[in-house]
């Protein structure tokens, strides 16, 4: 069963507010299952814009992924990120097709030094999107990145959202970076730019 995953991204006004939500809405998190892979870490902007603090949670499935936003716990405590922040909020189904890496490792890099990439995507020539697709599987399979997330269903249950979102794991910050700067990914990225507008970030995995 795919697993189910919160993306959001925000800018915190007020931190003394902003500190009920987190006392409130980290054991709701766990009560349901949740695992932080990046929670507010040292990110890069690679593309577009970004917002100051980044946090991916990971759930067992994407039913999970919603109840736990929706409960009346979380609600209590979002109401005070909502008082003292701005930005979006995305609930998103993981991915279980095809990994370019399959083969070359067994599964996505977890546990300490683990990094992602976390990208907001609205493609406007899927032809040549496809193109991307087949170009970038070059370098995710070289330098081992694993895909948590590949589209797929998704609510945006605050801000808006692009219509396709991407997460990939790697073993660590710098192979993220080394990745994205690769001559292979920048190759795929030429199809991309013309075919998609695009965010996104690398990001350091929780507790870094």
């Not at 546990?111 to 976390?118: D, E, K, M, R, S």
Request: hydrophobic letters at 40%.
């Amino acid at each position: 069963m795919a697993k189910g995953y919160w993306i959001s991204r925000l800018d915190v006004n007020d931190a003394e507010g902003y500190k009920p939500y987190l006392q409130g809405a980290i054991p709701t998190i766990a009560a349901f299952g949740g695992r932080f892979l990046a929670q507010g870490g040292a990110f890069e902007t690679l593309e577009g814009t970004s917002r100051a603090r980044n946090v991916v949670v990971e759930f067992k499935d994407y039913e999970t992924a919603l109840a736990c936003f929706h409960s009346p716990e979380y609600q209590a405590a979002y109401t005070h990120r909502l008082a003292h922040s701005e930005g979006e909020h995305l609930v998103i189904e993981g991915y279980e097709g095809d990994q370019p890496a399959a083969g070359v490792i067994d599964g996505p890099a977890q546990g300490p030094g683990t990094a992602y990439w976390v990208m907001r995507i609205d493609v406007h020539d899927l032809e040549t999107y496809k193109s991307y697709i087949a170009a970038d599987a070059l370098a995710v399979r070289k330098y081992q990145g694993w895909f948590l997330v590949r589209g797929g269903r998704h609510e945006a249950v605050h801000g808006t959202a692009r219509s396709r979102n991407v997460i990939l794991a790697f073993k660590d910050y710098e192979t993220a970076l080394a990745c994205y700067h690769s001559p292979e990914y920048q190759e795929a990225l030429g199809f991309r730019s013309k075919a998609a507008v695009a965010e996104v970030i690398a990001i350091k995995g929780a507790g870094q």
